[in-house]
């Protein structure tokens, strides 16, 4: 039976704890229906950096057979260090600053001091909200989002061809939905297939298989919750619930199963 790695973010992660649906617990992931010995190292929230980063950790110490890949949103930005990410730090400091500051000079310096450490200093001296320093933070980034991520993959493909480790890598959501309410999603796709990077990566096709590459639907691409009815495989499905705002853009147990199956399709190399 062969060793098989996975890597991914909340929609790989059997312990994904839903932050609406309080009672919900998975019984089945998309991981457990591999034929093999499964090793995930998945973790909710995760960048594909670290996605990737972690993987090739795992590699060097359990010795795969076989790794996949499941890409998360390609404008997240490096959340585990969210602790010092200034976006969080910008979140936080609009949301409580009036608890936290007596006066408006104040308040004015502490959000200073964060566009400062986020290197946004003489871009944002007019915004003091969450919603426009994150467009426009995200905004002069694309193109390191893209390298980032696309620099990653790169490794991961020539570390599993020199080890010959059999590599999978898909996209389970839109890479760039993270910013659809900042209307940038036209501005990331076109980034990314002008990427000569992103590019290279297709001339190693014929040793990964990059499931539904390029992952943009406009240029033909596929993503794992294209497999999945958005009526009934999420969690917190219910018309009811999506009504009332309480939809989990999280698979649930039927989801999980469908992209199961939707992996297993597309290859039948196991080693059993």
């Known amino acids: 039976m062969e060793k098989i790695l996975i890597s991914g973010d909340s929609w790989s992660n059997p ?30 929230g995760l960048d594909n950096v670290s996605i990737i980063n972690n993987a ?3 590699i060097y110490m359990d010795k795969p057979d076989r790794v996949i890949i499941a890409l998360s ?7 585990p260090e969210y602790r010092i990410n200034p976006l969080f730090l910008f979140n936080t400091s609009a949301k409580n600053v009036n608890d936290r500051f007596k006066n408006n000079d104040d308040s ?16 944002t001296e007019d915004i003091h909200d969450v ?25 991961i493909i020539h570390i599993c061809d020199l080890l010959n480790i059999k590599l999978h890598i898909f996209q389970t959501f839109s890479a760039f ?35 539904g590459y390029p992952w943009i639907k406009n240029a033909g691409g596929l993503l794992a919750c294209d497999v999945l009815d958005r009526s009934k495989d999420f969690i917190g499905n219910s018309t009811a619930d999506r009504r009332n705002g309480q939809w989990d853009g999280h698979p649930n147990q039927d989801g999980h199963r469908k992209i199961g199956e939707w992996f297993n399709e597309t290859h039948k190399d196991y080693e059993i």
């Open 15 to 44: 312990n994904y704890k839903s932050r609406i649906h309080l009672d919900y617990k998975h019984t089945l992931t998309w991981p457990d229906m591999l034929k093999g010995d499964v090793t995930n190292v998945s973790v909710s």
């Open 56 to 58: 090739l950790q795992a």
């Open 73 to 79: 949103c390609w404008s997240r930005y490096a959340t």
């Open 108 to 123: 004015f310096e502490y959000k200073r001091q964060v566009k400062h450490l986020a290197g946004m200093m003489g871009f």
């Open 131 to 155: 919603n426009n320093f994150l467009r426009d933070f995200i905004s002069r980034n694309i193109s390191r989002f893209v390298l980032n991520t696309s620099l990653a993959l790169m490794n």
């Open 177 to 211: 939905s993270c910013t659809k309410y900042t209307q940038l999603e036209t501005q990331f796709e076109k980034e990314l297939i002008s990427s000569e990077l992103f590019l290279d990566l297709y001339d190693h096709k014929a040793k990964v298989n990059l499931i």
